[in-house]
């Protein structure tokens, strides 16, 4: 480095996570100039850079949510009525929240078409969401609670991992007589929310 040449320096700093919100904290650092004899032959302090600590007030975010729910390939066509599980879940049903203890949030599903064929042969009131002991049907257009749920930490919450065969999570019910021979497909929309407190 040339001896008359101007040196531009930049500093990172990381502030310790309990700093208490609202805090202001002060910082500067100095730089020495030596020479490879070890003689220092200048020597300066920065300026002073002051940064006000603020709380983190948290996000609601939905992770993940499923990609497919599938209820299985050569299904049985029965001459009496039949549940059935998903049997393949493209990615979980995840939210997390970091907004504090004590916020509140709803998770929402909506049929947005008909479970139908190619040929479109349609399976009306065949889709039902099952949630301690409560029997929800989709209809295209309707809303069903999944979960409300008020944070008590900001772990990520899992909701699809208390889907348990035809007692828990999205259910397939098939009429007997019902169905032809075919594939049915549909859409469904997941809605996280942010419910206001009371306060």
Known sequence: VVSTEDILFEFDATVKTDVTPGV?????????????????????????????????AGKLIFV????????????????????YSTQVKEDSLVVQDSRGSGSEWSMRATLLESLSSDSNHELKDALHYYSNGQDYTFSVGDAI???????????PIDISSNWKGVEEGPVLDVKAGKPYAEKYSTSIQWTLQDVPGNG
């Open 24 to 56: 202001l904290v002060k910082g500067q650092t100095t730089v020495e100039g030596v020479y490879n004899t070890n003689a220092i032959f200048y020597k300066a302090v920065s300026n002073e850079v002051s940064t006000m600590i603020i709380e983190d």
């Open 64 to 83: 993940s949510a499923p990609q497919l729910l599938d209820y299985g390939d050569d299904l049985k066509i029965l001459t009496k009525d039949q549940k």
């Open 145 to 155: 609670p999944i979960m409300d749920k008020k944070t008590t930490d900001s772990q």
